[in-house]
């Protein structure tokens, strides 16, 4: 796997032989894009952070994964820790940043360890003296959205901030702040070093009904049927959900790129892969989803914390079998509002799975509702 | 800047949010969560409005960009609206439709269109029962005009959001009750509440008590900023001085007399402006701060020890409570009424001073205290047609006031009151302009000096407690610091009439100095009753009696 690559300290002597601007040059040469599913080109943000005339600068590592079925940072963390720390300390230095930051997920704690030896490794050998402080986050969901992250760090509510202004203006502290994913910063020593470094590959996390399930290191546009034959399920595989917020398709042979994908009001996200076989209720599954979000939405905005929670009463409702045809339309829109006029990303993406299953699936639905019907029936 | 709202175009300044720019043009774009001068939050969603590319954004925090094209009622801009509204409004349902509350949401739900709400109400949170300030989270939305108030203007933090998702709620910290954290009883999370879920306690149903007891005798004493701001309870234009027909309304509630806290003032002057020149003279307990304000002091007993320590506060009692003790001393004793019959009640626009009435050093002479908003509450009680009453008058002694107890309502007025008062006492001159336009105005905090017989008295004066705290951290550089907790002093205190908007204040304001002007006397130590009152009972200024009866101490609070 080119992710597993051992930079040996090689890249940062690299960087410092470059110089900072030609550093960021070669990054932006190499193409390298953001992993965290927003596919922001990863030169073009430090460029603008290093073109702040702020005196304090600060990077941050986004390893808060909180995304249901996603799994590649912690397989990076874990294989890989020092290919990581190298790229945040280059990054620290393209950028000229004062501190950098791991926000950790609070769930991986045990990787802490493995982090700080692998600092202490990469800094003795390489002599850099950027600060890296590890800040393990409280088990939010939505701290991995990079503006509730500088909230955390800065030891307030783990909320959304109003963008603008965006973090690469006024960030942590109010400072121009670089926020990364570790899948990001992991390649950024391999992208400096090596000249058959991919741009495409990408790490799938493949779960659900599948008998192999686990990280697939595959180029963008591979098809879908592909990475779930790699997967080897038992029983035909009905639907592949991306993850809780990209929404959901019925198994097909679309390529796995993030425009194909768009095509089906879905997103690719982080390259999360949920297979669900025909074995599962996707009312059951959605539900399951919603409560996710109802337990995980922030409480800032009207429209993701009374609307999340009003979406699992209703799909409970549904589950139970006590609801009618009404409430499907009113399960839509309000899916469709909160997807419209949430906040931040958590919101405005909790709903794209039960849009996409009323879509897809709405049949599973109303026969739910319709038992309710004929039970009622028998029981006069 | 050129932008196209509802396809018309307008020309618009930069630095505008879309909001302004629409209220500017006459466009009415409903919200909850946004507060004037302070920072959009964007909680609400309600301000939503389309872009040209079918996005919905939210007007309060958004910029217009040049070209850009906005429709603030397509069809989609008002489902999402109306959604939005319905997910607030299952606690509310009942209370909305049926009592039509002059509430920002409930208005909200008329202007949608909104007649029934498909969900449950769910919220079963205790309501918090405060001695001034009674929150009920049942009915609360969320949306954070009391947390931004308590935590951007008063720099108190005695509430905040606690939990997440939809148990997402506002409380004082590990989920205490207001009573035991420091919460200074202001009020203005009240005036900031678009929903009431954040009301006075009341104390309107023990006053009907004992305005039906017989026996009782129950003097009433209303606030100087009471009569420029109750006429807009009924309807009337804000800054209509109604102090004529508010006295003739409460003697037809059944108040046996009514005494004007003003009268109250004059006397804080003289103790307070004689206390200053004391100092002056030991040169000693600089800066002296006034003591008006009960959520100022409740604020300074909490966070500020080493004023205590220092002996920099004023040992003067607040005007109502002055006026309540001699009410149960001098006055009692002059009507022949056994004190323990004498029941006062006091109207005021606070709801700190219902704190301070319990304050046990006190031995309050103040038995109840009223919000403006409740005396209205009040006349409305007894049917009395408020509007087309005829000038009534203050009863004799302690309803006689000068000028400067007039404008004790507005910030800065206690400070140019006692400057006029303390320049005349200390030089023996007559002061040739009686204002002080330093002391005027509605800026955070405002400073000047005045020469008083060849000692400079550096003069500051600070409204709204975050701007306290900028002005205590530089107190050493003045000599006599005026402090009132609510921004624009007690014209917009915690208990006026609903709801706050600037103009409206300033309006308050205005007529109030016009009060000050028209009167004849305009200092307090001029006032023939307060002289009289010495003579007859008090001896002077700071004597042995004036100290038991008018002035108090403070202790120490925890900061938590």
Known sequence: MQILRKPLQRAYRKAIKLGSKATIDLIKKKGLSGRGGANFPTGSKWEMVSKEKDSEKYLICNADEGEPGTFKDKFIIEKNPEALIEGILIAAYAIKAKKAFIYLRGEYDYLESKLKKAITKIKNRTGSETPIEIVIGAGAYICGDETAILESIEGKRGQARTKPPFPTVRGLYSKPTVINNVETLANVPLAMLYDDWNKNLRLYSLSGNVTRPGVYELPLGTPLCDLIKLGRPKNPIKAVFFGCFGGCIPHCDIPLHPDAICGKECMLGSCTIIAVD????????????AKFYEFESCGKCTPCRE??????????????KNADMKDLDTLKELAEVIKETSFCGLGQTSTNHLLNALKYFRSEFEERVKEKKTRKRTAR | MNIKINNKKIECEEGKTIL???????????TLCYQENLEPEARCRLCIVETKDGKLITSCSSYP???????????????????NAELLMPEHMDKCFRENKNHDLCRLIHELGIREVRFDPKKKYKVDLGASVIRDDNLCINCGRCVAVCDKIQSTWAIDFAQRAHHEHVTPYSEKNLNDVACIKCGQCIAACPVGAISER?????????LKDKKKHVVVQT??????????????????????????????????????TN????????EEGSELLKRIKENKGFPMITTCCPAWIKFMEHFYHDLIKNKNMSSCKSPHEMLGSLIKTYYAKKANIPKEDIIVVSIMPCTAKKFESTRPELKSGVDYVLTTRETARLIEHFNIDFKNLSDEDFDPVLGMSTGAAAIFGATGGVMEAALRTAYELATGKELKSVDFKETRGLDGIKTGKVDLDGKKIRFAVANGLKNARELLKEKDKFDFIEIMACPGGCISGGGQ???????????RIEAIYEEDKRLPLRKSHENPMIKQIYEEFLGKPLSKKSEKLLHTRYFKRSPF
Not at chain 2, 263 to 268: H, I, N, Q, V
């Open chain 1, 278 to 289: 025909e074995k599962q209720s996707i009312v059951d599954l959605v539900t399951n989803i």
């Open chain 1, 307 to 320: 609307g999340t929670y009003r979406i699992l009463n209703i799909l409970e409702n549904i589950s139970m």
């Open chain 2, 20 to 30: 302004q720019v629409c209220k500017d043009n006459g466009i009415n774009i409903p």
């Open chain 2, 65 to 83: 960009k040049e070209g850009m094209e906005i429709k603030t009622n397509s069809e989609k801009v008002k489902r999402a609206r109306k959604v």
């Open chain 2, 202 to 210: 009341e104390h309107l149903q023990e006053v009907l008590k004992v």
């Open chain 2, 223 to 260: 606030a100087p900023s009471i009569r420029a701001s109750l006429g807009e309870e009924f309807d009337l234009p804000p800054g209509t001085l109604v102090t004529g027909k508010m006295v003739a309304a409460l003697r037809r509630c059944g108040f046996d007399k009514v005494f004007d």
């Open chain 2, 263 to 270: 009268f109250g003032a004059d006397l804080t002057i003289m």
């Open chain 2, 497 to 507: 009439p609903l709801p706050y908007e600037k103009e409206k204040i300033k309006k």
